[in-house]
């Protein structure tokens, strides 16, 4: 298997579906979950997997892009999970009205 499947245990959901005319296939609850697109993976003998992902918006993409940010970020996010804020007070006067 290849290094993103993450978990292998599979669970057989249904059997023998066949692809409809415009060669499609209905996967129903199998992949209803909200927000989540799939990539579809096939190996060479024809198995198929399909790994749910969350897309970023464009706007966003500049943190995932800039290592240093991200981990700052991170570490931001550690840090109030864990209780260690600080109150700073408001900062509205800071805010940018269009």
């Known amino acids: 298997m ?5 978990d292998t245990h599979f669970e057989l959901i249904n059997e023998h579906i066949k692809p409809d005319a415009k ?15 799939y990539n579809i993976n096939r190996n060479q003998i024809g198995q198929i997997m ?8 464009m706007y966003e ?5 800039n290592k240093t940010a991200l981990a700052e970020v991170k570490r931001g996010l ?3 999970t864990a209780g260690r804020t600080k109150k700073r007070g ?3 006067i800071y805010a940018k009205e269009d």
């Open 61 to 65: 993409t500049w943190l995932y892009a």
């Open 2 to 6: 290849s290094i993103f499947v993450k």
């Open 50 to 57: 399909l790994d749910p992902v969350k897309t970023v918006p």
């Open 78 to 80: 550690a840090q109030s």
């Open 23 to 37: 060669k499609g296939l209905s996967l129903g609850s199998a992949a209803a979950r909200a927000g989540v697109a």
């Open 90 to 92: 408001s900062f509205a």
